[in-house]
């Protein structure tokens, strides 16, 4: 890590820490806003982090954007941050003018479309997206779509819910409805640099897989703690083979998917990394299902209360592993690639700083 | 023992390196074609003196030793970069293995002058093959127990005992034995030697035990009255264990930890074809996820060690996940390729690769370290033991 990278890390780190008050938890699972929280976040620079200087920002890296994603999930900030760095991509490779959050994206479900078309010098969008990640805080929801064959960004401003949801977390994933609601010319962009939807839910599989990275490093520094400190039969159960043997796996699970993350995030600072990408969600989510089932297994009752947090990163690995295409959906786009690739391709694919994918 | 930092910073590979990979492939294809040797189900796991004697040639053994040695130093990520290569392909490398990465190693840094100049240049021209003696009847996993016994004699020492699952003492010219020159006292780590034994010594009887694929590889292995100069000891006498140390990382991070099936992989892609169904897709795409992972693990480990750091947990972190992935692909590739499908003549590579791998499969997560003593090591370096 680049000695900036730590610096931005810590930092980070330090204010994530902070503004996780249990208190703010506490408002965050019940869905409700919360301003203060976002001031705070936005006073410190970091929701801007993908905003290049080109586009007047600081012109961070895309490294250190997913590295203060990795502590985010770590920290279990209950924040649109990821959302609204992935808006920034999505708006700057439209040559849409950045925006200042919380934003979220859509269509975030593989398959779901919206249709846009042109009412004279105004554009129309109808459709229903589903489960999009932080809708009813968004100030605006950015959505690809085609037109004409052709794929186009578009700016809904505060998008009206018709069905408030949550994934595991209680983190806020709603249904959104527009019926022939009219956008300005402005906020469409068509064709150029437009990015896909299929991109769309590559990037977000990118962010997930390394915000679970960071949880599972919380898991895992809870789960030693508590097993060095919980004493049964006279001795602290970290004392105890088969615990021991436990937390070995899911310390090597954790190193699996923190090289995982490590190896992603150089990929995306140099290029598309769709097969790291899809390689990196396959592992990650399947090392944040092991991590979290031992969590709770030496936690014991306690672990599976409400008031302790333990919950908080566990709830948080079973829905991001399922967000923008689970292990299944990945791992079935990596076998496509690799029956293609055929025996003799695979290892010089491996191998290879910039991966073509096979047609 | 470090903790672990759980980050494994990617390495990007220096130019040369990238160069090497190209000039082993070209170099492997020509082998391949000149007839001198053909991958099969085991893999690397093969012996081949001949081909020893190639890569030797080539400049590949010994890469990182001083060249007064025989050695060519290269760098470690070099190092990393061919055996890699090597072992993807399924060159035959045990003729060499034990030789160059652990033996050379261990004389470069404990051996004396004199056993550096006599065994260096034979192990880096690929013209020695070393066995390991550890394992006993009674002493498999705890190591300290051994039993095998040297007494003082005048010039050196006498040897009786026995060693068990000795890999390769049929073929080797050494072996690295371990022995009691100290009865077990109160710290059970003293008092243990290494010696390095001159196969052709009278004394020394090998007796093959046929492995449950049917082969013979490992053995007992019989020392009565065996005689082993003063200046074949390692090190200090009574000071084998504390030799013990980073040639651990680099033995248990080593690519050939999750390369042991890698033959089943490629020919069950190839029995699978261009038009896998979803069961076959998922199944592949999860064991090739987890393929990359490992990799880029064993190259930051390369890396660390490169920059004189000692990530011992990581490197049996690695070795823990690698061979139980290796372990994995037996089982997967049953299911993708069923039995109906194996009976063509068409699929014979993959049915001779699935019976070999099936049947090797549980030595994986055995040999060098059981599973259970790598989460050992690894709960130690956690603090919990
Ligand atoms: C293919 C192959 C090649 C080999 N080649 C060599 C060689 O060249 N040279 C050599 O010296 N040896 C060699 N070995 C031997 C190998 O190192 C030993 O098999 C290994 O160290 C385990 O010893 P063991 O088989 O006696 O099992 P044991 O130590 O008896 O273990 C039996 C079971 O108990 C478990 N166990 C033991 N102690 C503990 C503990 N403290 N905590 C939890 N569980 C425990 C083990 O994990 C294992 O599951 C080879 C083995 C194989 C399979």
């Given at each position: 890590?680049?000695?900036?990278?730590?610096?931005?890390?810590?930092?980070?780190?330090?204010?994530?820490?902070d503004?996780?008050?249990?208190?703010?938890?506490?408002?965050?699972?019940?869905?409700?806003?919360?301003?203060?929280?976002?001031?705070?976040?936005?006073?410190?620079?970091?929701?801007?982090?993908?905003?290049?200087?080109?586009?007047?920002?600081?012109?961070?890296?895309p490294?250190?954007?997913?590295?203060?994603?990795?502590?985010?999930?770590?920290?279990?900030?209950?924040?649109?941050?990821?959302?609204t760095?992935?808006?920034?991509?999505?708006?700057?490779?439209?040559?849409?003018?950045?925006?200042?959050?919380?934003?979220?994206?859509g269509?975030?479900?593989?398959?779901?479309?919206?249709?846009?078309?042109?009412?004279?010098?105004e554009?129309?969008?109808?459709?229903?997206l589903?489960?999009?990640?932080?809708?009813?805080?968004?100030?605006?929801?950015?959505?690809?779509?085609?037109?004409?064959?052709?794929?186009?960004t578009?700016?809904?401003?505060?998008?009206?819910?018709?069905e408030?949801?949550?994934?595991?977390?209680?983190?806020?994933?709603?249904?959104?409805?527009?019926?022939?609601?009219?956008?300005?010319?402005?906020?469409?962009?068509?064709?150029?640099?437009?990015?896909?939807?299929?991109?769309?839910?590559?990037l977000?599989?990118?962010?997930?897989?390394?915000?679970?990275?960071?949880?599972?490093?919380?898991?895992?520094?809870?789960?030693?703690?508590?097993?060095?400190?919980?004493?049964?039969?006279?001795?602290?159960?970290?004392?105890?083979?088969?615990?021991?043997?436990?937390?070995?796996?899911?310390?090597?699970?954790?190193?699996a998917?923190?090289?995982?993350?490590?190896?992603?995030?150089?990929?995306?600072?140099?290029?598309?990394?769709?097969?790291?990408?899809?390689?990196?969600?396959?592992?990650?989510?399947?090392a944040?299902?092991?991590?979290?089932?031992?969590?709770?297994?030496?936690?014991?009752?306690?672990?599976?209360?409400?008031e302790?947090?333990?919950?908080?990163?566990?709830?948080?690995?079973?829905?991001?592993?399922?967000?923008?295409?689970?292990?299944?959906?990945?791992?079935?786009?990596?076998?496509?690639?690799?029956?293609?690739?055929?025996?003799?391709?695979?290892w010089?694919?491996?191998?290879?700083?910039?991966?073509?994918?096979?047609? | 023992?470090?903790?672990?930092?759980?980050?494994?910073?990617?390495?990007?590979?220096?130019?040369?390196?990238?160069?090497?990979?190209?000039?082993?492939?070209?170099?492997?294809?020509?082998?391949?074609?000149?007839?001198?040797?053909?991958?099969?189900?085991?893999?690397?796991s093969?012996?081949?003196p001949?081909?020893?004697?190639?890569?030797?040639?080539?400049?590949?053994?010994?890469?990182?030793?001083?060249?007064?040695?025989?050695?060519?130093?290269?760098?470690?990520?070099?190092?990393?970069?061919?055996?890699?290569?090597?072992?993807?392909?399924g060159?035959?490398?045990?003729?060499?293995?034990?030789?160059?990465?652990q033996?050379?190693?261990?004389?470069?840094e404990?051996?004396?002058?004199?056993?550096?100049?006599?065994?260096?240049?034979?192990?880096?021209?690929?013209?020695?093959?070393?066995?390991?003696?550890?394992?006993?009847?009674?002493?498999?996993?705890?190591?300290?127990?051994?039993?095998?016994?040297?007494?003082?004699?005048?010039?050196?020492?006498?040897?009786?005992?026995?060693?068990?699952?000795?890999?390769?003492?049929?073929?080797?010219?050494?072996?690295?034995?371990?022995?009691?020159?100290?009865?077990?006292?109160?710290?059970?780590h003293?008092?243990?030697?290494?010696?390095?034994?001159?196969?052709?010594?009278?004394?020394?009887?090998?007796?093959?035990?046929?492995?449950?694929?049917?082969?013979?590889?490992?053995?007992?292995?019989i020392?009565?009255?065996?005689?082993?100069?003063?200046?074949?000891?390692?090190?200090?006498?009574?000071?084998a264990?504390?030799?013990?140390?980073?040639?651990?990382?680099?033995?248990?991070?080593a690519?050939?930890?999750?390369?042991?099936?890698?033959?089943?992989?490629?020919?069950?892609?190839?029995?699978?074809?261009?038009?896998?169904?979803?069961a076959?897709?998922?199944?592949?795409?999860?064991?090739?996820?987890?393929?990359?992972?490992?990799?880029?693990?064993?190259?930051?480990?390369?890396?660390?060690?490169?920059?004189?750091?000692?990530?011992?947990?990581?490197?049996?972190?690695?070795?823990?996940?690698?061979?139980?992935?290796?372990?994995?692909?037996?089982?997967?590739?049953?299911?993708?390729?069923?039995?109906?499908?194996?009976?063509?003549?068409?699929?014979?590579?993959?049915?001779?690769?699935?019976?070999?791998?099936?049947?090797?499969?549980?030595?994986?997560?055995?040999?060098?370290?059981?599973?259970?003593?790598l989460?050992?090591?690894?709960?130690?370096?956690?603090?919990?033991?």
């Open positions: 890590m680049s000695t900036m990278r730590e610096i931005l890390v810590d930092s980070a780190a330090r204010l994530f820490g503004l996780c008050t249990n208190e703010v938890h506490a408002r965050a699972e019940k869905g409700a806003r919360q301003s203060e929280l976002w001031e705070q976040l936005d006073a410190s620079g970091l929701p801007q982090a993908t905003v290049s200087e080109a586009r007047g920002g600081a012109g961070a890296d490294g250190d954007a997913l590295a203060v994603i990795r502590e985010m999930g770590a920290a279990c900030l209950p924040a649109p941050l990821a959302e760095m992935l808006a920034e991509l999505l708006l700057a490779a439209a040559g849409l003018p950045p925006r200042s959050g919380p934003l979220t994206v269509p975030v479900l593989k398959g779901e479309k919206l249709s846009l078309a042109r009412r004279g010098k554009w129309e969008i109808s459709g229903t589903h489960r999009v990640p932080w809708a009813r805080h968004a100030h605006a929801l950015v959505v690809v779509t085609q037109v004409d064959g052709e794929w186009a578009a700016v809904v401003e505060r998008p009206a819910i018709t408030p949801g949550m994934n595991y977390a209680n983190e806020p994933r709603d249904n959104v409805q527009f019926k022939a609601l009219r956008l300005p010319q402005d906020a469409v962009a068509v064709g150029g640099g437009c990015l896909t939807a299929a991109r769309l839910i590559a977000g599989a990118l962010f997930r897989s390394v915000a679970m990275a960071g949880a599972m490093k919380s898991v895992f520094n809870m789960t030693l703690r508590y097993a060095q400190e919980r004493e049964q039969f006279g001795r602290t159960i970290g004392k105890f083979q088969s615990i021991q043997h436990q937390i070995a796996i899911l310390a090597s699970q954790l190193s998917a923190s090289a995982a993350a490590d190896t992603v995030i150089a990929a995306a600072a140099n290029g598309e990394a769709s097969f790291e990408i899809a390689a990196a969600k396959t592992r990650i989510g399947e944040a299902g092991i991590a979290a089932g031992i969590a709770h297994q030496v936690h014991a009752a306690m672990g599976f209360t409400y302790h947090p333990l919950h908080r990163s566990t709830r948080r690995l079973w829905s991001w592993r399922d967000e923008f295409g689970s292990e299944a959906e990945w791992s079935a786009w990596i076998g496509g690639v690799v029956a293609q690739l055929g025996a003799k391709g695979l010089p694919f491996l191998t290879s700083a910039q991966k073509t994918i096979p047609a | 023992m470090s903790t672990p930092s759980f980050s494994f910073a990617p390495i990007e590979l220096p130019e040369s390196a990238s160069r090497l990979r190209t000039e082993v492939r070209e170099f492997l294809a020509a082998e391949q074609k000149a007839g001198n040797f053909t991958p099969g189900a085991a893999g690397w093969r012996v081949d001949e081909f020893s004697r190639h890569l030797g040639a080539r400049g590949w053994l010994g890469m990182t030793w001083p060249k007064k040695y025989g050695g060519h130093e290269r760098t470690a990520l070099e190092r990393y970069v061919v055996i890699e290569e090597l072992l993807v392909a060159a035959p490398m045990r003729g060499h293995w034990a030789a160059d990465r033996l050379g190693p261990l004389l470069l404990f051996g004396s002058e004199e056993q550096r100049q006599r065994y260096l240049p034979e192990i880096a021209a690929g013209r020695c093959l070393v066995a390991i003696g550890l394992s006993e009847p009674d002493s498999g996993s705890d190591l300290a127990a051994i039993r095998t016994k040297a007494t003082k004699v005048d010039g050196g020492w006498r040897v009786e005992g026995r060693k068990i699952w000795t890999s390769l003492a049929h073929r080797a010219q050494v072996t690295s034995l371990f022995v009691r020159t100290e009865p077990k006292g109160e710290n059970r003293a008092g243990v030697s290494r010696f390095l034994v001159d196969m052709s010594s009278p004394g020394i009887t090998v007796r093959p035990i046929i492995n449950m694929t049917g082969e013979h590889d490992f053995n007992e292995v020392f009565d009255d065996l005689f082993v100069p003063d200046d074949m000891v390692v090190g200090a006498v009574g000071g264990w504390s030799q013990m140390g980073k040639d651990l990382a680099y033995e248990r991070s690519p050939d930890r999750w390369l042991a099936c890698h033959d089943l992989l490629l020919q069950t892609i190839d029995r699978v074809g261009p038009k896998p169904d979803i076959q897709s998922e199944a592949l795409g999860r064991l090739v996820a987890h393929l990359w992972t490992l990799q880029n693990m064993s190259l930051s480990i390369a890396g660390m060690l490169e920059a004189g750091a000692n990530p011992n947990v990581e490197a049996s972190i690695v070795k823990d996940l690698g061979t139980r992935y290796d372990q994995e692909i037996p089982q997967i590739a049953r299911t993708l390729v069923p039995e109906h499908m194996r009976g063509d003549p068409a699929h014979q590579r993959f049915e001779e690769s699935l019976r070999h791998n099936l049947l090797f499969a549980p030595a994986v997560t055995i040999r060098g370290g059981t599973t259970e003593i989460r050992n090591t690894i709960a130690r370096a956690l603090g919990l033991r």
